[in-house]
């Protein structure tokens, strides 16, 4: 397996641009993360799925900010308009059912993250 | 108020040696607590997962340990290598609150 798949790697755009960041999991996993990690704030998530289904969005900062799931092997993070205190790494995650646990954040399941996509607002 | 903290914030050690990195968290209540390793321009990678009534578990040449009554953590390295040289982050699952709560990381370097 190729492992979770983020594009693009790298986006660099302008201030008050929209920016789509994407995600393919890892084929038979139920669940997705997106996170965002500064050198401020570390590591945060920002809002995960379980079985495409938006379970928890409360870290989303912005209503720029929205993402979806449309299927089972895609998501979206979008990002309207875009500033430069968006600049950050995005990560997307994914694990595979909720073994252990009631909900993905409480599962005892791994899970596995992509590259990242690094984006710079100007 | 949930939070983890972690210590050192950064650690330089010589190949070979043993180091211990530690994780405080006041997570309430506890679901589980995983250890990831961080290359540089990499995505996080899952080292150990354990639930409070696990005390110790290995991966390879990491050792994590937990103890719920204290509410500390350390993830254990021996005999560290070059490739060991990463940040090293606690998350803590509040299970009840359905939230991740994250450590800021302990930057790792092995020196040759």
């Known amino acids: 397996d190729a492992g979770v798949i983020q594009s693009p790697r790298h986006e660099v755009t302008e201030m008050g641009q929209e920016v789509t960041l994407r995600c393919k999991p890892i084929?038979?996993?139920?669940?997705l993360f997106w996170y965002r990690q500064t050198m401020m704030r570390g590591l945060e998530l920002l809002i995960y799925?379980?079985?495409?289904?938006?379970?928890?969005d409360s870290g989303m900062p912005e209503d720029r900010f929205s993402a979806k799931m449309p299927n089972a092997s895609f998501s979206t993070l979008k990002i309207q308009p875009s500033e430069p205190r968006d600049s950050a790494v995005y990560f997307c995650?994914?694990?595979?059912?909720?073994?252990?646990?009631?909900?993905?954040?409480?599962?005892?399941?791994?899970?596995?993250f992509g590259p990242g996509t690094r984006l710079t607002v100007l | 108020k949930n939070q983890v903290e972690q210590s050192p914030q950064s650690l330089i050690i010589l190949e070979g040696k043993n180091c211990t990195l530690q994780c405080n968290y006041t997570v309430s209540p506890f679901s589980n607590l995983r250890w990831y390793k961080q290359d540089t321009g990499r995505g996080p990678v899952s080292l150990t997962i354990?639930?409070?009534?696990?005390n110790t578990k290995s991966n390879g040449r990491y050792t994590a340990t937990l103890d719920a009554d204290t509410k500390q953590s350390s993830l254990h390295i021996t005999a560290s290598q070059l490739s060991d040289s990463a940040s090293y982050i606690c998350v803590v699952s509040a299970g009840g609150y359905n939230k991740l709560i994250f450590g800021a990381g302990t930057r790792l370097a092995v020196h040759p």
């Open positions: 354990m639930t409070f009534s696990e």
């Open positions: 084929s038979g996993h139920n669940s």
């Open positions: 995650a994914s694990t595979p059912g909720l073994a252990g646990g009631l909900t993905p954040i409480s599962s005892y399941n791994e899970q596995f």
């Open positions: 799925f379980n079985n495409n289904v938006p379970i928890d």
